[in-house]
């Protein structure tokens, strides 16, 4: 069997429904094959029509006069079909589910599960799911349950896999680490599924494959980062002078993480660093001192920020401090007048450290030496936005690697996909530091009663975020805007200069209003997210987020991050919608303000693919395996060392390692 072959090959299949199947992602036999159940229907234990009581009920039975008609007033299809069985009969009600009409064979019985309650006034069915009482029986009362794609509903991709039963046996083997025929077993027993250990089994040796590749694949870029070869830049002893001259001091987190880096680029492989630090811990100082160490050694430094408004403020506060050292900086962003003159100053090595955005990427862009590239909020950028930096360094030189995050990537991920990765951590803040006092407050009741806290910040010289979700008012939508949430704070607080800021604002006017914001004219900002990532603003002590259970975890941290900066206690003010009850996502901020806790809380809520969806465009969709799953975990990485002994596997097992190319993309820092 070719699994490379497209659906279509497969029995059942014509081109309308390849179509279909093609647009939800499963183009080839494989990924027909790997379209696992999300969840199985549990038929088994039936009891009969007579029997039944109020709840969840699993019965057997035939189907009469099943009719759909469309209910006006509340607008959607509903289906009501009689099941009977040899004690009586029971009516069943579906919405929007008008294919139910034409599932059931009057000749047939089918098993069902659903709630018996009480609707109308009689006792009905509700929702039940439906199957095939044939299948059924041959798979202990397991009913696989598929996402559906439009027209292939669950039912429709049963019937497919069904279609390819006898298949299975031609699936060939994947993996040498394993048993022949695993593969094959598993998938089917996956599918087809005879008991919930068969179950069990079955998802154990996916998630080992799955995972086997994705540890296979980070553990092959790093020897394929190792093969690189960059200028070897020494520690420079000037880097003790700039420490000391300093308004503050290091804390020992930065001196560690600094020390790391300089030992990294003093060697002729790149480096390929994450400096993970929670927000305001000081990572851009680290970088500072990375990039004036690299320019003392010769090399140019590119500095990559996710946004004009950071790019400006990493701009501002670099050069006030690297240019007294002769470090000559230049910003480089989608609002830069006379592009082609910097181009030209940066071609020439006259500019020392270009700081930008994704503007720096462009292919006219050329360094003389480009000796270190420093990404800040790493996760912003695409896998192809680093490769292209990196093809930037001439003389066939990589550039060293250095990464910067305030998301921290949990331990458990951190040994999977970033499993070969060196990681320096800040886990301390700098002293003088005041904890953020949280609170989630129900938005209806207590907006006003916030107005006389705002008034004590203002007056003490301090400012305020205020965070809205949309940019413009939406019918449909509970959430202010960022607009008429201005317009009402300004008829609050005529006195104060209000302003608000969003994404679709000209950078030109980003950035005016955030000058205006830094400089303390302006009292309250309110705006969308557009401030969560990096900006510094130390004076701003208070937050208010509106909608605030509409963000993530890792996204209300960071927002939150923005205040607490300075030596003032600050305060941060999560704002549910109407009387909702306040989601985990937000108690669980309201007790810690420690973004490493957060980020293992928020890969058990959400799954490793949303966290790191944003790194790598929502790819990172693990099929079956979690990261919960240490002893598979162990195992993969153990026998992925052993598999890459044997230099010629990677020429066997083709399909493994065309494979991998995804994941290695995915685990990859550059
Ligand atoms: P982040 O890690 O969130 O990027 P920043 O680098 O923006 O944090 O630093 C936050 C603030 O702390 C900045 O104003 C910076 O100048 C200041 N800072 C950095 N290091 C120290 C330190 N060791 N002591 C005091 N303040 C520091
Ligand atoms: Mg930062």
């Known amino acids: ?267 002729t492989t790149p480096m390929n660093r994450l400096l993970q630090g929670d927000v305001g811990s000081g990572k851009t100082m680290v970088a500072a001192m990375a990039a004036y160490n690299a320019i003392l050694g010769g090399a140019q430094v590119a500095l990559l920020a996710p946004t004009a408004i950071l790019a400006t403020q990493h701009f501002e506060s670099l050069s006030k401090r690297l240019e007294n050292y002769g470090v000559k900086v230049a910003l480089l962003t989608g609002a830069t007048k006379k592009k082609d003159t910097l181009k030209s100053a940066i071609k020439s090595g006259e500019i020392n450290l270009v700081i930008g955005t994704h503007a720096l990427l462009t292919d006219d862009t050329e360094f003389k030496n480009l000796g270190l590239v420093v990404i800040d909020e790493q996760h912003r950028f695409g896998v192809e936005q680093r490769q292209k930096l990196l093809l930037k360094s001439p003389h066939g030189l990589a550039p060293h690697f250095l990464a910067m995050t305030a998301t921290p990537i949990p331990r458990s991920l951190q040994l999977t996909v970033f499993g070969d990765l060196d990681v320096s951590i800040l886990n301390e803040l700098p002293k003088g530091r005041q904890p953020i006092t949280t609170k989630i407050l129900a938005e209806t009741s207590t907006r006003e009663s916030l107005y006389p806290k705002i008034r004590e910040t203002i007056n003490a010289g301090q400012q305020v975020y205020w965070i809205c979700k949309a940019i413009d008012d939406n019918p449909s939508s509970e959430a202010t805007s960022v607009k008429s949430r201005t317009e009402k704070l300004k008829k609050v607080f005529p006195d104060y200069t209000i302003e608000f800021l969003h994404g679709r604002m000209k950078p030109a006017e980003k950035d005016a209003i955030m000058e205006r914001f830094a400089s303390g004219e302006i009292q309250i900002l309110v705006s969308t997210t557009v401030v969560e990532v990096g900006v510094d603003v130390p004076n701003s002590t208070l937050m208010i987020i509106e909608n605030a259970e509409n963000y993530g975890l890792a996204q209300l941290h960071q927002l939150r991050g923005r205040v607490g900066r300075g030596s003032v206690a600050s305060f941060c003010y999560l704002l549910t919608t109407g009387d909702n009850q306040p989601t985990r996502r937000l108690r669980e901020l309201e007790k810690s303000t420690d973004g490493f806790y957060l980020a293992e809380v928020d890969l058990k809520l959400r799954g490793p693919g949303e966290i790191y969806g944003a790194l790598q465009h929502g790819a990172l969709d693990l099929r079956i395996a979690t990261f919960s799953d240490t002893k598979l975990i162990k195992q993969a990485r153990d026998d992925t060392e052993v598999f890459l002994k044997k230099p010629e596997n990677m020429l066997k097992y083709k399909e493994l390692m065309s494979g991998i190319k995804r994941y290695q993309q995915l685990t990859t820092l550059n």
Not at 78 to 99: L, P
């Open 1 to 267: 069997m070719n699994l490379e072959e497209s659906v279509e090959s497969l029995k059942g299949i014509g081109p309308k429904t390849a179509e279909i199947l093609k647009k939800a992602g499963i183009k080839t036999v494989r990924d027909f094959f790997y379209n696992l159940p999300k969840d199985y229907e549990n038929f088994s234990a039936p009891t009969t029509i007579a029997a039944m009581q109020p709840g969840k009920v699993v019965i057997k039975g035939r189907v009469t006069a099943a009719v759909s008609r469309f209910a006006k007033f509340r607008r959607l299809t509903v289906t009501e079909g009689v099941i009977r069985d040899d004690t009586g009969f029971v009516k069943a009600v579906w919405f929007n589910q008008a294919y139910r009409v034409n599932q059931f064979k009057p000749d047939k019985e089918y098993y069902f599960t659903g709630n018996f309650e009480l609707r109308n006034g009689r006792f009905c069915l509700m929702s039940p799911s439906a199957a095939e009482a044939d299948e059924i029986e041959r798979s202990a009362g397991l009913a696989p349950i598929y996402v559906a794609h439009g027209k292939v509903k669950s039912t429709g991709f049963k019937r497919l896999i069904n279609n390819s039963r006898d298949r299975f046996a031609e699936i060939p083997d994947f993996l040498p680490t394993v048993p022949a025929g695993k593969r094959r077993e598993s998938l089917f027993k996956i599918h087809f599924p005879k008991s919930e250990k068969s179950i069990k089994e079955a998802r154990d040796y996916l998630a080992y494959e799955e995972l086997f590749e994705l540890i296979l694949a980070a553990k092959l870029n790093r020897s394929e980062n190792d093969k690189l070869e960059s200028l070897a830049i020494p520690y420079n002893k000037k880097i003790e002078k700039f420490v000391s001259d300093l308004p503050f001091k290091l804390t020992n987190a930065q001196r560690g993480a600094a020390w790391e880096i300089f030992k990294d680029m003093d060697k």
